[in-house]
Each structure stands twice: as structure tokens, then as C-alpha cells.
């Protein structure tokens, strides 16, 4: 199967979307921050290489998920106008003669909504159990976005890959027949 393939954060999203929920969730729900503790640990642990970004992630979910829902507030961040606008024009404007694939390190339960506003049905991400805030597997980020998309779509050839950063989606880009660099809306093949 021949797909176009496109990572989200700092791609078809101006800025990370994750960042911007969580901040989203902390002006709603400022009691997370009774979680700072175990946040701040997770973050030490991560800093000191005794950690890492699956391992961290984990704690901030699961310190939000006690909490409040989720899912509930990865639909109302998706609903504000402020979060929508930063979806990049561009990408509507790319070809959609092939299959569209969305392949991201933000969790699957927020970026949902996202990929139901672009028309995209194929979305990989970093699974979570959006009841505990646990992350389930590898955080999704280079050979794994390669593992993931055959998972869902079988054997696969890349047409194009569109990311804005070279380096953590270098495994996705030595895969792909055309390679393309975003960069604050602005695309150019590489």
C-alpha cells in the first residue's frame, strides 16, 4: 500500500499540542498541580537519564487522569477555536490521492479529535489508557512510527513524509519516495 504520512506536532500542528492540553488541563483543573511531587521526580529521573519520556508521560497522565477525564478535556481542547488555528491551511491544501496516515508521539486520546477535524482515519500515536493516564507500549516516536504504521496498515511504501524535525523522524524519511521539511507553515521538500 502506497501512503502519504504526516507527524503532527510542529508539522500539520504549529507548536506541541501536548504541551498546549496540558496547560489547557492546568488553567481548568489547577488542583494538578497537587501532583507537582511526583512530576517534578519523573522529570528529575528524565533530566538525569535514569528515566525516560515513556516512563515520564506516564506520571503526568496518570497524575491528570486522577483527577479529571481525559478524553472529556482532550474533546473540549480540540472544540476551542484557539486550539484549531493552529492547524496548518497548508495541509489541506497537499494531495489526497493516497491513504493518510498521522503518525505522532502526542497520545492517541488527544490527537483523536484532531485527525476527525483533518478527515484523516488513520491516526498513530502513543498509546494511553486514557482512564489511568498510563502509557501502554513505547512512546511513538522514530522506528517505532515505522513498527506502528505496518501494525495498522500492513506492508507499506511511503510516497511522501512531511515532519519538521529530520533527525527524530529519520527512520519515517529514509522510508519515504519524497521528503518534506515544515517549518511554521512553510513546506519545502528536502
Known amino acids: 500500500m502506497l501512503i502519504d504520512v504526516y507527524d503532527f506536532d510542529g508539522t500539520i500542528y504549529d507548536g506541541d499540542s501536548t504541551v498546549d492540553f496540558v496547560f489547557f488541563c492546568l488553567r481548568r483543573h489547577p488542583g494538578v498541580i497537587a501532583g507537582l511531587p511526583h512530576l517534578s521526580a519523573a522529570a528529575a529521573k528524565l533530566a538525569a537519564g535514569r528515566g525516560n519520556l515513556t516512563q515520564f508521560k506516564s506520571v503526568l497522565f496518570g497524575e491528570m487522569a486522577k483527577r479529571f477525564?481525559?478524553?472529556?478535556?482532550?474533546?473540549?481542547?480540540?472544540?476551542?477555536?484557539?486550539?484549531?488555528?493552529?492547524?496548518g491551511p497548508w495541509f489541506?491544501?497537499?494531495?489526497?490521492?493516497?491513504?493518510?496516515?498521522?503518525?505522532s508521539a502526542s497520545p492517541e486520546f488527544e490527537l483523536r479529535h484532531a485527525a476527525k477535524i483533518l478527515d484523516v482515519?488513520?491516526?498513530?500515536?502513543?498509546?494511553?489508557?486514557?482512564?489511568?493516564?498510563?502509557?501502554?507500549?513505547?512512546?511513538?516516536k522514530g522506528e517505532e512510527k515505522l513498527r506502528r504504521i505496518r501494525e495498522a496498515v500492513g506492508e507499506f511504501e511511503i510516497r511522501?513524509?512531511?515532519?519538521?524535525?529530520?533527525?527524530?523522524?529519520?527512520?519515517?524519511?529514509?522510508?519515504?519516495?519524497?521528503?518534506?521539511?515544515?517549518?511554521?507553515?512553510?513546506?519545502?521538500?528536502?
Open 121 to 140: 482515519p488513520t491516526l498513530i500515536g502513543t498509546r494511553c489508557d486514557a482512564a489511568t493516564g498510563q502509557l501502554i507500549g513505547k512512546n511513538c
Open 160 to 190: 511522501a513524509m512531511y515532519t519538521d524535525d529530520v533527525t527524530a523522524d529519520g527512520p519515517l524519511l529514509d522510508a519515504a519516495r519524497e521528503k518534506y521539511l515544515v517549518s511554521r507553515g512553510r513546506v519545502q521538500r528536502i
Open 69 to 87: 477525564s481525559l478524553e472529556e478535556e482532550a474533546a473540549l481542547f480540540w472544540q476551542q477555536m484557539k486550539t484549531r488555528k493552529n492547524l
Open 92 to 103: 489541506f491544501e497537499r494531495p489526497r490521492d493516497l491513504p493518510i496516515v498521522i503518525a
